[in-house]
């Protein structure tokens, strides 16, 4: 299908994603790694994403581990949608902090994945635990050129 190793495919699909992914790029989150079955990105909690606690607001915190989800499910190359998840939120993420949110393939079986995404603070503070189930929905990411 591909003539490209998985690693290219996975940063050609990963690359091409972020430049079509205004939400991501609206709240500052960068790709900061990506392989075949795995994304690892960042996001700083800047004050307008903070809640009525002064914490940051859970709805960013899932954005983040969202979107490195589908980084990692879209890593072969194969257009992949959420079909659902879940999310545990451990502690408070605080303005400034940088979260990294790290997703990794779980299982992968015909059409459908399961991704784990753990959420974290600089200090590596766990800050949620996120899991997704993935469903491929046809076509490619990246049209790759033979």
Do not use: W
């Not at 290219?8 to 699909?13: G, H, I, M, P």
């Not at 915190?61 to 949608?81: E, G, K, R, W």
């Not at 059409?111 to 974290?120: A, E, F, I, L």
């Amino acid at each position: 299908m591909d003539a490209l190793h998985p690693q290219q495919l996975a940063e050609l699909a990963g690359r091409t994603m972020f430049e079509r992914d205004p939400a991501s790029q609206a709240l500052g989150m960068t790709l900061d790694a990506i392989k075949p079955g795995y994304a690892r990105m960042s996001m700083t909690v800047r004050p307008d994403m903070l809640n009525g606690h002064g914490t940051a607001h859970g709805g960013y915190i899932f954005m983040l581990a969202d979107s490195a989800f589908a980084f990692a499910c879209n890593s072969h190359n194969l257009n992949t949608v959420g079909a659902g998840c879940t999310i545990e939120y451990l502690a408070p993420g605080r303005a400034g902090d940088v979260l990294v949110a790290e997703a990794v393939e779980q299982a992968l079986q015909g059409k459908t994945g399961v991704y784990d995404v753990t959420v974290s603070d600089s200090e590596g503070r766990k800050i949620a635990l996120f899991r997704g189930k993935s469903h491929r929905v046809g076509g490619l990411v990246a049209e790759v050129i033979a």
